[in-house]
């Protein structure tokens, strides 16, 4: 179903978590955009909160998330108790309001923390904001997973977890400093199921070594084991912005028309296994809230991907952590030591964003109605020359409505990025669109 068009796919674009991009983000907006942006927050009004623990046991070569080697106690400790002091100052800033409907635990590696000080962290959060009704997911890396964190998870009413698997295949995992045998990521899922709580999957193709041979048995092992969610992303090597790649020869690589065909080969695997493609690089079994959200036209697009979370509002909580505001954008500071100090001043961490134009909401609407729904109407927005995707059979244009056909799932992002006036012709700063 899918063509080849290596023109379209030459210019690396964002994944459009967010418009604008990070890449906009500033200094000019910081802390004082932050608390003002709490203060304003209506009383009913849906809270995601999402918290970031950026430490890992095991560096993996591939990663490009901001997180650090959990070789010390003392830090791990000073980080979750500063973490505590960020949750507490924004949930006095914010004095009841708003609802919790959902909580994301991410990273790095959650589970890099001992379980105890994982368990008080969760704790604190209840004491502080109202979280009942909320829907829990946790990140976790099976290698560092045991019975007492699955029961950990299981008494604290966790809905979801992802498991970072990426490939089992042995060869391609000692490529990226990640080993990780099958048996151990069978265990997991089937601890997870007794205790009752879904699991995703994040993959990945075009690593170093791997044969189009090596992800289908990878997709073969994922689809028997059969977790709710599948994330197939596409690896993206930018030692250049992540060095920590550099341990990855470029050589051993696929090339874009090989990375093309995984990602082809990919979708069409998991498709007809049974999974529900959702964007362009989720799969969702049919009865999961995910796939549901994409049937009926409310999936959404944020700082954690495809989600069915419908609230606005996002508060990223920890070094890095991202906030959304239907008008702001505002990131944390990134470096966990500064991070600590200024929790320790007892001032918001906000350091840089963005704040978002009426021209940037209504561009990014757009942008997130074609990634998730596959159309949009342009509205008052200026349309863009989207000739050749027209020509070529990806995209249909009739009046101020766009829509992409079935063949345009891998040039999602490219159409996308259409609509961005932000995006250089020469940007180095994103990955490609396959």
Not at 8 to 25: D, I, K, M
Not at 102 to 113: M, Q, T, V
Not at 372 to 382: F, L
Request: with cysteine; net charge neutral; hydrophobic share 45%.
């Amino acid at each position: 179903m899918w063509t080849y068009h290596p023109d379209l796919l030459a210019r690396p674009v964002p994944r459009y978590t967010s418009y604008p991009t990070a890449a906009q983000f500033g200094d000019a907006v910081g802390a004082p955009a932050m608390a003002d942006r709490l203060d304003r927050v209506a009383a009913d009004a849906p809270l995601s909160l999402y918290l970031h623990i950026p430490y890992c046991h095991d560096i993996c070569w591939y990663c490009g998330c901001n997180t650090g080697a959990a070789n010390k106690a003392h830090r791990l400790s000073a980080y979750v108790e500063a973490l505590e002091r960020e949750i507490a100052l924004v949930a006095a800033r914010l004095n009841g309001r708003g609802r919790v409907t959902r909580i994301a635990f991410g990273g790095g590696s959650p589970n890099a923390l001992p379980l105890v000080d994982f368990i008080r962290l969760f704790h604190h959060l209840t004491l502080c904001f109202d979280v009942r009704d909320a829907q829990v997911s946790v990140e976790l890396d099976p290698r560092r997973l045991d019975g007492s964190w699955i029961a950990a998870m299981a008494a604290a009413g966790v809905d979801r977890v992802n498991l970072g698997v990426q490939t089992f295949t042995p060869a391609v995992q000692a490529k990226i400093g990640r080993i990780q045998p099958l048996e151990m990521v069978e265990r997991a899922v089937e601890g997870f199921a007794r205790a009752g709580i879904a699991t995703g999957f994040d993959l990945m193709y075009g690593l170093p070594g791997q044969t189009m041979d090596d992800l289908a048995a990878t997709l073969a092992a994922s689809i028997a084991l059969a977790p709710a969610r599948i994330a197939l992303f596409g690896y993206a090597h930018m030692p250049r912005l992540l060095p920590r790649q550099a341990r990855i020869a470029d050589a051993d690589l696929p090339d874009l028309a090989t990375r093309f065909a995984m990602a082809a080969q990919g979708h069409d695997q998991l498709v007809a296994a049974g999974y529900q493609p959702i964007g362009f690089d989720h799969f969702a079994l049919p009865g999961d809230s995910m796939a549901v959200a994409a049937r009926e036209g409310r999936l959404r697009r944020n700082f954690q991907g495809f989600t069915d979370d419908d609230a606005d509002i996002v508060i990223g909580l920890g070094a890095s952590a991202i906030s959304a505001f239907p008008d702001l954008l505002v990131q944390n500071e990134k470096r966990a030591g500064v991070y600590r100090d200024q929790m320790a001043a007892g001032v918001l961490p906000a350091v840089r964003g963005v704040a978002r134009t009426g021209d940037d909401r209504r561009r990014g609407r757009i942008i997130e109605a074609l990634l998730c729904r596959g159309e949009a109407h342009v509205g008052a927005v200026p349309m863009p020359d989207l000739s050749r995707f027209v020509a070529l059979g990806l995209v249909r244009c009739t009046g101020d409505h766009v829509r992409l056909t079935p063949a345009a799932r891998p040039y999602a992002r490219s159409v996308a990025a259409c609509f961005d006036p932000y995006l250089q012709p020469a940007e180095h700063r994103f990955s490609h669109a396959i």
